[in-house]
């Protein structure tokens, strides 16, 4: 998963989540209807509410396939409905708001927040559900994973089968690493790429050496850990930190800057949303990612306008949980039994999901091998997110990738390490007032900051005292006694 949110934004809403779910009423339990059959079967169609940041002008062939093929192994049709990624969170909001059809919704930890619909009781639990409709779905997982994905003991959406682990680091251009004899393995810390952009610059004026989209702040690249509502530095996890007081995030906005002020970095930082329509004709040199999983450097290629990547850890791999990507039932979905039936279709059926991911053979994409394909230029379907639907192991390779991409994928999620703070999650119904009044806050400086585009020395003083005077200061002392009787509770566990 290329970019997210910027990080003020990211903390801010997670937050307003956690006081969300403390404050609603919870209508968690059964479903709001039967989740018997229609007497006939045919006139049902589920509506599928899920993040994508491609153009998909061939959407409704793919959407004919599908609904053909569901209508044979299910009986009923789905109907997609893709939402912009950087729009996802507000759009969603609307549209339940308005009472839109929804059947499936799609929510992670990063985005339109999993443990926040669930606690809401916006997604219904699915155990028995899944128990009853859809048993093969539940041993695509081991056990671990499956408890994972449990908000208070009950799961609430189908985890994607991918990468459980994040590991940031830099995607270089391959062929300016090549001419400029880049060593990866010198790379040690973000500041160690700067000569690489100056000879970029240097060399290729036309070229972007930094692309940004708002922000490159990512919080284990400068030496802080962020987990359940907790900022804390690496190393000291029991101890929660206002970020804007930070040496790491005073590190970064300086950097930042001057690496703006340098022009390694696009002048359009502070309103570009979204790295995918910066890179994709290939002008950008490097950029920063917040997942580097196995294989992805193919994705990037195609991404960044057929050149190729390679990549550049910052960091040890994280654990990060199951619910980077989850699809659930939205409570007020007529059909919940057809849903899970569905959903575990698409996790179990190649053909299913190769439709989903990659669109129809012979038009948007050749086969080269048994499990092999490559894309057809023009073609007009390509996701480049088979995340986003389901299990990405029984998907096509595309040309190009490690045969063992999915071995690697499963050595890193076992190997990944968890944060100290895995199994904390702020609960925040008191301090709703606040942490609304300190997003509000983030708003207005944040992006212009963050990207570089402003004088840190006349503009982030002023944020940080409107921070403070937004509840900051409340809500740090309300984190802080619940994370220590979270490590209260762990007693000398690591």
């Known amino acids: 998963m290329r970019g997210s949110r910027r990080f003020a934004l990211i903390f801010s809403a997670m937050l307003i989540a956690a006081w969300l779910t ?12 039967s989740t018997a059959p229609p007497a006939d079967s045919s006139s049902v169609e589920l509506v599928w509410h899920f993040p994508m940041s491609e153009e998909l002008p061939e959407l409704p062939l793919v959407q004919t396939k599908l609904n053909e093929y569901t209508l044979e192994k299910l009986g009923f049709t789905v109907r997609l409905k893709p939402v912009s990624g950087t729009e996802y969170n507000d759009k969603m909001r609307m549209m339940m708001a308005s009472k839109e059809t929804m059947d499936i919704i799609w929510a992670s930890h990063w ?41 208070d003991g009950q799961v609430y959406g189908i985890p994607s089968l991918q ?12 062929r300016f690493a090549d001419q400029y004899h880049l ?13 690489f952009l100056q000879q970029v610059k240097a060399g290729h004026p036309e070229v972007t050496p930094f692309g940004v989209s708002l922000s490159f702040w990512v919080p284990e690249v400068f030496g802080y850990d962020e987990y359940g509502g907790a900022f804390t530095k690496i190393g000291e996890p029991r101890k929660h930190l206002n970020y804007l007081e930070t040496e790491g995030y005073k ?46 450097e193919l994705e990037e290629k195609l991404a960044n306008g057929g050149h190729d990547v390679l990549y550049i850890p910052l960091t040890e791999p994280k654990f990060t949980g199951v619910d980077a990507s989850m699809n659930g039932v939205h409570s007020e979905s007529r059909y919940p039994a057809q849903a899970v039936r569905f959903l575990k279709l698409v996790n179990t059926d190649p053909e299913l999901f190769n439709l989903l991911k990659y669109g129809v053979e012979g038009k948007h994409y050749e086969k080269v091998g048994p499990q092999m394909i490559r894309r057809i230029n023009g073609g007009g379907y390509w996701t480049n997110a088979g995340w986003v639907f389901g299990n990405e ?23 990944a390490k968890k944060s100290p703070n895995h199994g904390f999650f702020f609960q925040g119904s008191e301090y709703g007032a606040e942490f609304a009044n300190i997003s509000s806050v983030a708003l207005d400086y944040s992006d212009a900051l963050s990207s570089g585009s402003v004088d840190i020395d006349k503009y982030f003083p002023e944020y940080v005292r409107k921070y403070k005077q937004a509840g900051a200061d409340i809500t740090l002392k309300a984190v802080q006694e619940q994370l220590d009787a979270f490590w209260a509770g762990k007693g000398n566990a690591p």
Request: charged share 25%; with cysteine.
């Open 22 to 33: 403390g404050c609603m009423d919870l209508k968690r339990g059964q479903p709001a209807l």
């Open 393 to 415: 192991t029984i998907g096509y390779l595309v040309e190009g990738m490690p045969v063992n991409i999915w071995k690697q994928t499963q050595l890193l999620n076992r190997t």
């Open 163 to 174: 990468v459980f682990a994040k590991q940031p680091g830099l995607v270089v251009q391959k």
């Open 111 to 151: 985005l339109h927040d999993y443990r926040g619909l669930a606690k809401h009781g916006t997604l219904i639990p699915l155990d028995e559900l899944v128990e009853k409709h859809a048993p093969e779905l539940r041993r695509i997982f081991s056990d671990q994973e499956w408890e994972a994905a449990k908000v």
């Open 251 to 296: 590190r970064y906005l300086r950097l930042a800057r001057d690496w703006y002020l340098k022009g390694y970095v696009n002048e359009n930082a502070s309103t570009v949303r979204g790295m995918s329509h910066l890179i994709r004709n290939g002008n950008v040199a490097v950029h920063m990612d917040y997942t580097l999983k196995p294989g992805g």
């Open 183 to 195: 060593k990866p393995e010198k790379i040690k810390k973000i500041e160690d790429i700067e000569p």
